[in-house]
């Protein structure tokens, strides 16, 4: 009996690391919900001032530029698994919102202004293992669209030592298509629910426009190319269904 029992508890525990009825099997559709980080990483090129007053400029101001600050979201995805292995998912967050700070000699400046930024993704991915094993890594690789809403130049300080007293400034930026590159793993708790934890990397790169007003009403147009290219991770809590 006492060797019948040990069996029964060894089979028992092979059985909960296995997890017989994971969720990630062909067919399964999952939701998942949690926390994202992004990091950019990048920074921007020298201010070109494009023209003043109509006329054409077309120089660049030395020493300047921007960075785009680190900024927490929720994100929401929703996938459909087509084999034990492959899935597709659709990822998406509630735009955060990032401080634009100085950099190189309007570093001095610190925060510049804000925009918040809007990048839903497509991602297809390679789960590794079968669908009976409860710890599951991937690797996978999508397409993103990213466009900007609320650009901002907030520090007057900024702009007034720059383009003179009285003067005012806009920003608008540029949206593109970017790939997506994405690796991590999901835990089965149990049949329904799961643990997942991701890294991405996406390389993006936008065109910031400004249109500056002096105090006379000339208008200075100018813009720089800022590469943001984020770091994303993303802890969250799934379920199958």
């Known amino acids: 009996m006492k060797n019948t029992y040990k069996k029964m508890l060894m089979a028992g525990a092979a059985m909960a690391l296995a997890g017989a009825a994971q969720a990630q099997s062909a067919g ?12 950019p990483t990048g920074d921007s090129q020298l201010l070109t001032i494009d023209s003043i007053a109509g006329r054409p400029a077309g120089v660049q101001r030395p020493n300047t530029g921007a960075k785009i ?47 918040r930024q809007w990048s ?10 079968d669908a009976k094993t409860k710890f599951r890594p991937y690797v996978g690789v999508g397409v993103n669209y990213t466009w900007f809403t609320g650009e901002s130049v907030t520090n007057q300080n900024f702009v007034q030592r720059e383009f ?3 003067s005012t400034m806009t920003a608008t930026a540029s949206s593109s298509w970017n790939p997506v590159f994405n690796v991590g793993a999901n835990y089965a708790i149990n049949e329904k629910w799961f643990v997942g934890f991701s890294v991405s990397y996406v390389p993006i790169s936008a065109t910031a426009h400004f249109t500056t007003t002096l105090a006379n009403g000339a208008k200075v147009e100018s813009h720089t190319k800022i590469k943001i290219d984020p770091v994303v991770t993303f802890l969250n809590v799934g379920y199958k269904f």
């Open 28 to 39: 399964s559709n999952v939701v998942s919900l949690g926390w994202m980080r992004v990091m």
């Open 69 to 115: 600050d680190g900024a927490d979201t929720a994100g929401l995805t929703f996938g459909h698994f087509f084999t034990d292995n492959i899935s597709a998912e659709f990822v998406v967050g509630i735009p955060p919102k990032h401080d634009v700070s100085g950099d190189r000699g309007y570093a001095q400046y610190g925060k510049l202004g804000e925009v």
């Open 120 to 129: 839903p993704a497509i991602v297809a991915k390679w789960h590794f293992f």
């Open 164 to 166: 003179g007293p009285g």
